[in-house]
């Protein structure tokens, strides 16, 4: 190895970034006019959603000394009373009220912020009806079912002074933040070349059955929300990443965190052209989304792809024993790598805590290291970032249009894959899609009352 980044100063230089990131734009001149909880008083927290990361995100943010988690919602009962005695538990005594309907959590006015755990097809409703009852919202990865709902969120999260944080993690994790001030310096040279990777083991096969009655203690109604009308079906229910009408595939789910990672170290923002294609190639199930996917995006002098593939057992993600310690994965079969091609090196970097190496020209056939640093998992870092910007008025470091702008990547590679592999052209002012009727029509959904995303928000 030629040389090493110091650590400590890195980390040191990155914490200060990190703090700097969000202090560009200010939600309102005087942080006092909202209802934000000063820094010596508790932050009261309302969660939405309590399956999935929903039960994560309780728990951490209940690791925090500054809030209370004071309102929980969920459509099915049994969970909804299992995690609101868990958080009861966490909060020695302390037991948040229980709703199956959001829209009482949104009524109560001692809630300060809400975190959207729900599955995708609701984040863009539960956040603008969040905005306009007054909340600050923490919302999970990805934040939209459709490029239109980002728009709408923007403007939702601005009329009403909204801090509106994605979950999108890395965007707050130190070794991220120094990757990106190398590339910023020119360390690696002029980049012409980015692969994206999430390749995973075989997932979302589920078998198809016939449609049924929904079980007892879920309100189908609520946990269908701005879909279409859809009778239950316990596959497509199990499985609803990989159906349209929920979400879009693995692509949105877990690949958007590596997506969102990399256009923000790249700094771009709205490719020139969008192309992709696959298929579910490995397996037949109810699934409608790909299990190997294809996607190339064309910015001014610059490639982006991006590869899937749902059905490698010998393909890992970056486990705890890595991130939490300090070493590297194995980059040829980690999962959720991304590759940086410069002039002047290669970068290999990982998400949630894999840490990053550049690479330059082998000698004696052995691999020669430049610069590395390792990573952690920036869960604690990112939830700070929150509730700085809840009690700054700045933007957080995954802002709703930050999160807006990488969502977009995916959903124009959705409408191309859906559309057979048409090459979209892509209008940066508008974010349309030029000269096509059929993609436009993917562009945005029809909903279904009284769940409907408002034209005027």
């Known amino acids: ?17 990190g703090l700097g990131l969000a202090t560009g734009i200010t939600l309102l ?9 000063p820094a010596n008083e508790k932050i009261s927290l309302g ?30 009962s049994a969970t909804l009373e299992a995690r609101a005695a868990e958080i009861a538990k966490l909060q020695r005594g302390v037991a948040p009220a229980m ?16 975190i959207i755990a729900t599955p995708d097809h609701w984040h863009a409703l539960a956040t603008i009806l969040a905005c306009q009852a007054g909340k600050d919202v923490y919302v999970e ?15 939702a999260a601005r009329k009403y ?48 059955v016939a449609d049924s009655q929904p079980p007892a203690g879920i309100n189908w109604d609520i946990w269908s929300g701005p879909a279409p009308n859809q009778p239950f079906n316990a596959s497509r229910h199990k499985c609803w990443h990989h159906q349209w009408r929920y979400s879009g595939g693995d692509i949105a789910n877990d690949a958007s965190h590596q997506i969102d990672l990399a256009r923000w170290l790249l700094g771009v923002k709205t490719p020139k052209t969008v192309y992709s294609t696959g298929g579910r190639f490995a397996e037949q199930s109810a699934a409608e989304t790909p299990d190997t996917q294809i996607a190339l995006f064309d910015f001014d002098k610059l490639l982006v792809s991006f590869e899937l593939t749902l059905f490698a057992p010998y393909m890992l993600k970056t486990d705890s024993g ?65 509730f700085q910007s809840i009690r700054s008025r700045k933007l957080p470091s995954a802002d709703i249009a930050e999160a807006h702008a990488s969502a ?50």
Not at 105 to 114: G, T
Not at 141 to 155: A, L, S, Y
């Open 1 to 17: 190895m030629s040389s090493k980044m110091d650590r400590r100063r890195f980390l040191d230089q990155s914490k200060k970034v």
């Open 29 to 37: 001149s005087n942080p006092r006019s909202v209802r934000a909880a």
């Open 47 to 76: 969660i939405i959603g309590l399956g999935g990361r929903g039960p994560h995100l309780a728990k951490g943010f209940n690791e925090r000394e500054d809030c209370t988690i004071a309102a929980v919602a969920e459509v099915k």
């Open 99 to 114: 709703y199956e309907d959001f829209r009482r959590l949104l009524d109560d006015q001692s809630i300060d912020a809400v």
């Open 141 to 155: 990865k990805p934040p939209t079912h459709n490029c239109w709902e980002g728009q709408q969120m923007i403007k």
């Open 161 to 208: 002074k909204r801090v509106v944080q994605c979950g999108f993690q890395n965007r707050s994790a130190p070794y991220n933040i120094a990757a990106k001030q190398y590339i910023e310096e020119g360390k690696l040279g002029d980049i012409h070349l980015c692969r994206i990777y999430n390749q995973k083991r075989p997932w979302g096969n589920c078998p198809v």
């Open 322 to 386: 890595v991130r939490d310690n300090d070493m590297f994965p194995y980059w040829m079969q980690n999962s959720t790598r991304i590759e940086i091609f410069g002039t002047k090196g290669m970068m290999v970097i990982g998400r949630h805590g894999g840490g990053w190496q550049v690479f330059v020209r082998p000698k004696n056939r052995q691999p020669v290291v430049k610069d590395q640093m390792y990573g952690r998992f920036p869960d604690p870092e990112h939830k700070e970032n929150f």
């Open 408 to 457: 977009l990547l995916i959903h124009y590679a959705n409408i191309s894959y859906r559309l057979g592999g048409q090459k979209l052209a892509i209008d940066p002012q508008t974010e349309h899609i030029r000269d096509n009727a059929d993609a436009m029509q993917l562009f945005r959904r029809t909903y279904r009352e009284p769940w409907v995303v408002p034209e005027q928000v």
